[in-house]
């Protein structure tokens, strides 16, 4: 008989250890596969190599459940390159990935209104928070027994050509952020908007940021479809996601939206639509900061911008 499925505590230990040694990587396109050689490294680790030294359980797979679909790529796949690349006897593979798949696609997303934190940021005038980690940021939101498999941060480019500095931090910003692994940047777009000033009648053309709520509720809508989720973290007052929330809810019961509103914002019709909701703290924002200076992969050093400190 296979081994029982590892505890909460152990499966956050095996987890921890792969991505601090830069294993696990999951690929552009969201949960599309275990790297080969985590999936040994998580059967050696969950199972112990004692097992594979005596045989085996004679080759014979006892595990009860089948993974989902990841993506595009189905269990078969995954479990192909796992067997292709470890040394361990192929049923404990499976057996292990089945775990790990559920793991990854079963437990927390966070989905971050960047904008909407953003000016919540600002109008407490909390400049110094702007450099935030936003997977640090995450764990600190969650409970105790939560784990987070992934970071979607959903914003828009700030061009240019309507504000040079704001483009440039934003910039450095976000190619912080991709050096964070397992977070993940959505984009939408700015749309020049006729504004006419109620006193004086002058026009004017306003960018106003597009898409951000419709990427989110897509996201929220898919994830949920494909049971990539056991809990929805959503950072956001913004209360046109009320619509996918209470979709979510009705359609699939037994998952969770959590909202954690941004300082300064709030939406009662959010609120009353989510399994729970609360408003994130000073404390967590300072304790959730990148390095002052975060270096990219290249070698390239990005610096916290001068005027977010």
């Known amino acids: 008989m296979p081994p029982e499925i590892p505890s909460p505590t152990s499966r956050r230990r095996v987890l921890r250890t792969l991505v601090s040694s830069d294993i696990l990587r999951l690929r552009e396109s969201g949960y599309n596969g275990l790297h080969p050689v985590a999936g040994r490294l998580i059967a050696v680790g969950v199972l112990g190599s004692e097992h594979h030294r005596n045989g085996g359980h004679g080759g014979v797979a006892q595990e009860k459940e089948t993974p989902q679909k990841m993506g595009r790529r189905t269990e078969d796949t995954i479990l192909s390159e796992a067997i292709e690349n470890s040394n361990i006897c192929p049923p404990c593979v499976k057996y292990v990935s089945s775990i790990m798949v559920r793991f990854l696609m079963g437990q927390v997303i966070a989905y971050i209104d960047g904008f909407n934190l953003y000016y919540g940021l600002r109008e407490k005038k909390w400049y110094r928070y702007y450099w935030l980690n936003l997977w640090e940021l995450a764990l600190k939101l969650l409970e105790a027994d939560d784990e987070l498999s992934q ?159």
């Not at 040079?164 to 934003?170: A, E, I, N, T």
């Not at 998952?255 to 967590?284: D, H, N």
Request: proline content about 6%; some cysteine.
């Open 151 to 309: 970071v979607k941060y959903f914003t828009a480019r700030v061009s240019a050509k309507s504000d040079v500095g704001k483009s440039r931090r934003q910039n450095i910003y976000i190619e912080a952020l991709e050096t964070l692994p397992c977070v993940r940047v959505f984009y939408g777009h700015y749309l020049a908007q006729k504004t006419t000033c109620g006193k004086c009648g002058s026009v004017a053309w306003i960018p106003k940021e597009k898409m951000t709520d419709v990427n989110i509720a897509t996201e929220l809508l898919v994830d949920a479809h494909q049971d990539r989720f056991r809990k929805a973290l959503l950072i956001s007052a913004d209360s046109d996601l009320v619509p996918p929330v209470k979709a979510i809810r009705n359609l699939y019961p037994h998952k969770r939206i959590v909202v954690a509103f941004p300082p300064k914002r709030f939406s009662k019709a959010l609120s009353q639509e989510s399994s729970a909701y609360f408003s994130i703290g000073r404390g967590k924002l300072k304790d959730s900061q990148l390095p002052d200076e975060v270096e990219k992969p290249g070698g390239f050093v990005l610096r916290r911008p001068a005027t977010w400190v």
